[in-house]
């Protein structure tokens, strides 16, 4: 009796296999499949009738309505393949999906607009670690252990014994270039900084500098400044009126403070600018011989400037964005924006 129940199953899975192969379209194949593979199918009901067997044809008879059940289910699976392909195919009425196209981020935007500016008067891009040493980040930038300086940048240290860090301003790239190349230098040096921060609206313990630096016998500060405004101008589009004022860094002497007149109220006075009609975007200064000194410059041939700037101050004040944390919040509604 099983010997003659097998051999049908096996007749019900040829007359199956014959069927498949002359549907085409879908309305076909889901009439097959309620057919030979549906809740009432001559299939389903066998496997209702494997309790009258012998636990030693259970096995057997389980073991064949399975293979039949997977071949029946391999045949359905590749024919619905082959309808489908056939219709992207043939069917120009289908309607296309829409290709959504990526955009560079704000931030991505900015660095690439200030490396073409200074790409274009003569500067190299350079790049360094993030994590970095004690010596690069702090000592060599003539601001050594228990300098005061160095509260201003209060960074995460990654190994404390090692003085292993991460950099808290991308200057540490302009010693390692000074390291292994002579001058003249010519470089701008974008990348990641990291300070102990709170995340709020103005600041972020993640951010974007681009930090440049020129070396060569001679420099004055008149090519800063000259080199500085034309930056500006280039970036706003626009002249602006542009203000060095006397600052502090460790590593320039002598050091300034770069401010432009404000280019949301115009000069006037907003909450912006704090009223004073005046916005200050980046730091600079004649680099400071001890920092020649301990790269190997003779400072008595060699003189440099060196400056370094926020991305996303600059960005937040090209765009008019009055919050830092929007570019790494990734909302859509934001991003593509720009």
Known sequence: MLKE??????QFFEEGKREIEEIKDDELLEKWRIKFLGRKSYLNKLFSQISSFSNEEKVIFGKKLNQIKQ???ELYEKTKSEIKKEEIKYNVFLPGKKIKIGNLHPITKIIDEIVQIFYKIGFAIAEGPEIETDYYNFTALNTPEEHPARDIWDTFYIEKERNILLRTHTSPVQIRIMEKYPPPLRIIAPGKCFRRDSFDSSHSPMFHQIEGLMVDRDIKFTHLKGILTYFIYEFFKREVRVVFSPSYFPFTEPSAE????CVICEGKGCSTCGNTGFLEIL??????????KNVGYNNKIYTGFAFGMGVERLAMLKYQIDDIRHFYYNDLRFLEQF
Request: hydrophobic letters at 50%; one cysteine or more; glycine letters at 8%.
């Open 258 to 261: 770069v401010s432009i007149s």
């Open 71 to 73: 071949k029946l289910i």
């Open 5 to 10: 129940i097998i051999e049908k199953v096996e």
């Open 283 to 292: 730091g600079c200064g004649m680099v400071h011989p001890n920092v020649f």
